[in-house]
């Protein structure tokens, strides 16, 4: 079964100087150019979209892991962080790094939960759509025990 997405965007303004309006779903998004890279610096910059959708299926991904691998766990937090290759020139995504932490944990079993991190990254759709292209790793990971 084949699925459809749908993401309609405007922009006003000439390049870098502009600024645009991605409609998802029903919500409005404020887009720009970086400032690092010499835009407005306005709402999300095309980077952030990037690093967004892997940090949502990979979040997704990893709580399904903890899941189905019976690891303890109230929920996920993920920091990512992404590197962009020779700016300004020839620019392209070169790395995207994802740090989760995991709440409610057992910190004791601090390597089955590396084990799943690395899994998730592995199964997240999104990630495998761009790994071909970039590095993809998977970060420190943290795992945080449930305050009783």
């Not at 084949?2 to 309006?21: E, H, N, T």
């Not at 979209?49 to 766990?73: F, I, N």
Request: hydrophobic share 40%; charged share 20%; with cysteine.
């Amino acid at each position: 079964m084949d699925l459809g997405f749908k993401v309609s965007a405007g922009w006003s303004g000439v390049g870098k100087s502009g600024q645009g309006v991605l409609r998802i779903g029903a919500d409005d998004y404020v887009y720009s150019a970086p400032a690092s890279m010499g835009g407005k610096g306005v709402g999300a910059s095309p980077e952030d979209l990037l690093l967004a959708a892997v940090t949502a299926c990979y979040s997704g991904t990893l709580m399904r892991v903890l899941s189905e691998s019976q690891l303890p766990a109230d929920s996920v937090s993920i920091e990512t962080s992404g590197t962009v290759e020779g700016f300004p020139g020839h620019a392209r995504f070169a790395r995207i790094t994802v740090s989760p932490m995991i709440q409610g944990g057992a910190p004791s079993q601090q390597h089955a939960y590396q084990r799943a991190a690395e899994e998730a990254r592995e199964r997240c759709f999104i990630g495998q759509t761009v790994r071909d292209y970039l590095a993809y790793e998977v970060g420190t990971v943290t795992v945080a025990a449930c305050d009783d």
